[in-house]
Every structure is written in structure tokens, then in C-alpha cells.
């Protein structure tokens, strides 16, 4: 496990001002943003959103793609922990290990409170950060929040970061967790029926990629996937309207997904699945999925071409857009009050899907 973050006195007192500022009425968030209601592709940007991004441009932070790997994950557990609020009380939190590829992995364990002692349903959960930044400390409120709103237990997974470990590492350490699960259900408590796997960024790339890995192998596969605006399709072969629209000022930038698939592949258009699964030859007979993307987002356009891939192979998907949020919402629910509803609404949505029967 990696050391916990100290914020210094100086960056306590400028949370404390942000988060009163975020407070102030919508339209005193736009002014103090600097700018008019930024409104694209016929979307309007969240006041809050609107000001955190304004702040966040007035800090002139290192771009990321010009730090080492190692100042760059420092700087986002530094953010991570600065956007953090109280956390948010479930039963009870574990730090365990289950095995990856390479030998043991990370792992938090999150049961909700008064849980049934029968087998309960299980979200394992992938972090995302572009397959180089982020562990479980920087998801561990987001984690939280799926485990007490959606009231299953949520199994938290580390996995190996590029560029020390590249393409196709964190694929293989999610497909040996999976396997680790399913052998290891009693132990964790989970009906092996109602395992669902699920992730955000990168992390819901890993989900959507050992989902189909599972299913077209014949053995245990997951009952349900839950992709928090997926990084889906690496390649350069389509067009998304939405990579150029919000290229710069909206959180993640195309520069910094440049930077992630350079660390993560070394640079090339790989059509391979494991990384881009949009091509994927056969998407028939996967679990069904609920795929969330943000309206601001660069992502947006190839997660939504990856739903209706799903849908046209005969998939079952739930296709859920969050018009007013950006990139990384799932982090931002102590900052951001339309964050928080929404990442609430999804962990109920996803209660929903692992009660309903299996397709199988």
C-alpha cells in the first residue's frame, strides 16, 4: 500500500476556501469562473464544474505529460485527497491482497452496513488514471459511495501501472483477479451469480475487456458491467467529435490521453481488444452493461459507440448520459453536488441490474 497523503497547512486552507465558493449561488460560481455559461454541442457545463475548472487553470499546475510518472501520480493523490470529504460510512473496510499475473495484487474490501449473512451480490471495482496514475486511495471515496448506495460489498483492485508494467499488464492482472474471485467467492461472502466487475477511465476498460474475455472462454463470467465513461477505443481509425470538442479546458485533455497510451503502449495504434475493445469481432453474448459517460467529456463519443455496438451484437446495455458533468465526476462527489446525485442514481441503477435475472 502506498503512504497516505498529508496535505500542507497552505493547500488545507485553500480547500476550505474552494468549498465555500462552491457553495455560493450557480450564478455567482459562473462569475467568479471568469467566463459566461459555457455551453458545447448543445450541453451546459455545471456552475460548479464550470468554477473547479476555472480554479483549477488559476493553480498553472505542471501539465502531466511533462512530469516523470512518479510526480505525476504524486501530484493526482495530492488532488485526490484535496477533493475528498469525510468518508462516506459503510459496514466496514478491509485491506486484503488477491492475485494478479505477475504475483499479489492490492485489494480494499467495502461490505455496507446491517448486510444479510447470505451471499451478497459483488461489484469488483478497477480504478482509473490512463493505465499509469491512481490506486486505491484515490477511489476509495468513490468506492464507498457504490457500496452504501448501491448496498452490495464492492472489492476494491490495484493492478500493475505503465510504464513500468506496459500493454498488456493491468489486462492481465484483471483477468487474474476475476478468476481469483470466482475461486474465492465463498471466502468474500459473494453470490458467484452476482458478481459484477466495473471501473472508470482506464479502469473500465479493464472491466469491458476481461467481461468479454470471460464470456467467450466458457467459464464463470460476470453477471453485470458497470463502465464509468470507458477509454474504449485506442486506436486512430474513427473520428470522435467529442476528442476534438473538449481537447483542452475540460479536465482530461488530449494531450494527457496521448501521454497515457504512450506510456501504456509505447505509442502504437493497437486494434488489439484488450485495449480497445470497440474491436472486438464478436461483442454477442457479454454481460449486460451500464455504461456512463459525461456530456463534456473527450471519452463521451467512443463510449457511445461502444453501447451501440453492445446493443447491435445483441448485448443488453443501459446507456446513461450525464449532460452537465466531465471527466473523473466519479472523484469529484465532494466537490460537486450534480456529481454526487448521479454517481448516487448509478449505484442504485447498478442494485437494479444485479437483481434482475441472469440472461443465462
Known sequence: MTDPVRLRRADRAQVRVVRALLKLPPRWQIRLSGKPVVQVDGLTLDPQLQLLLAVRARRHLTPLPQLTPTAARRQ???????ASGPPIAVGSVT????????????????????????????????????FVLCDLDTHDQTCRLLCRYAGVPVLS??????????????????????????????????DPARIAIGGDSAGANLAAVISAEAAHAGGPTPAAQLLLYPAIDRTDQAVYPSLELFADGFFLTREEIDWFKLNYTGGLDLIDPRLSPLHAKDLSGLPPALLVTAGFDPLRDEGEAYAAALRAAGTPVVLRREPSLIHGFANMIDLSRAARVAMIEIAKQLRDLLEQPSPG
Open 95 to 130: 485491506d486484503r491482497t488477491v492475485d494478479g499475473a505477475a504475483g499479489p495484487l492490492p485489494a480494499r474490501h467495502y461490505r455496507p452496513s446491517g448486510i444479510a449473512p447470505d451471499p451478497q451480490p459483488l461489484l469488483i471495482y478497477f480504478h482509473g488514471g490512463g
Open 76 to 82: 493526482v493523490r495530492l488532488d485526490a485527497a484535496a
Open 157 to 190: 483492485v490495484d493492478y500493475r501501472l505503465a510504464p513500468e508494467h506496459p500493454f498488456p499488464a493491468a489486462a492481465e492482472d484483471a483477468a487474474a483477479a476475476l478468476s481469483w474471485v470466482f475461486e474465492h467467492a465463498a471466502e468474500l461472502g459473494a
